[in-house]
């Protein structure tokens, strides 16, 4: 395992398509997060998984937002009728079990997403 | 509510002098910190971080930062700045969660670009 994967690097969309990234975690990471990162911002958090549930959505992921893992391994961020907003770097997580985890997350090196 | 500020948005250094990164940060119980180091167009990578126990934390790349308590700090250093150390360095901070019994999100400052030149 070579760390956390993302796919695809790039991705182009005109305003009001539907864009669907996926993440695939390092494979014994039960925590799987999504951040999102604008031009001259730090990530912001967006959601969070433990194993299959969906434990924790930030305001920010507006009904236009979607993120499933459905197995507890990959997971996937669908973006519906796109904004040019949305254009930013989407970045995946992941952390190994514990309760009070002090691993440092894995990132993934991100989807960079643009609306033209 | 947890926040980090990063009161710097560039840092400049000559290379083989030590750089200095501010962190300040809050939380409701304890924290736990993180470094992260992002190079153009890629994910961050972690570089250190504290936890609990010595308030000098060694990481990567000779990097270390220092926690203090009574200021809520987390300065990044480095004794000897090489031009490879520029990139974009993000703090970060999270609930040691005892107070919830779970894992909580990192929140993350806006990031201070390093600079180092010769």
């Known amino acids: 395992d070579t760390g956390v994967s993302q796919n695809p690097r790039h991705k182009i969309t005109k305003r009001g398509q539907n864009v669907t990234f996926r993440c695939d975690p390092i494979s014994e990471h039960n925590r799987l997060y999504w951040y999102r990162q604008t031009l001259g911002q730090g990530p912001e958090f967006l959601t969070y998984?433990?194993?299959?549930?969906?434990?924790?959505k930030s305001r920010l992921l507006s009904d236009r937002f979607s993120a499933e893992r459905p197995k507890g391994s990959f997971s996937t961020l669908e973006i519906q009728r796109t904004e040019q907003g949305d254009s930013a770097m989407y970045l995946c997580a992941s952390s190994p079990p514990g309760t009070f985890t002090n691993y440092g997350y894995t990132f993934g090196s991100g989807t960079r997403l643009t609306v033209v | 509510a947890q926040s980090v500020a990063q009161p710097e948005d560039q840092v400049n250094v000559a290379e083989g002098n030590p750089l200095t990164v501010k962190c300040t940060y809050s939380v409701s119980g304890n924290p736990y910190l993180f470094w992260y180091v992002q190079y153009p167009n890629r994910g961050l990578q972690f570089l250190l971080k504290y936890i609990t126990g010595d308030n000098l934390v060694k990481g990567s790349y000779g990097f270390e930062a220092e926690f203090n308590k009574s200021q809520t700090s987390f300065h990044l250093k480095k004794p000897s700045a090489l031009v490879s150390d520029s990139a974009l360095y993000f703090c970060?901070?999270?609930?040691?969660?005892?107070?919830?019994?779970?894992?909580?999100?990192?929140?993350f400052g806006t990031g201070t670009r390093l600079q180092v030149t010769l």
């Open positions: 970060a901070v999270r609930d040691s969660g005892a107070h919830t019994g779970t894992a909580s999100k990192l929140t």
């Open positions: 998984f433990q194993n299959e549930a969906q434990l924790e």
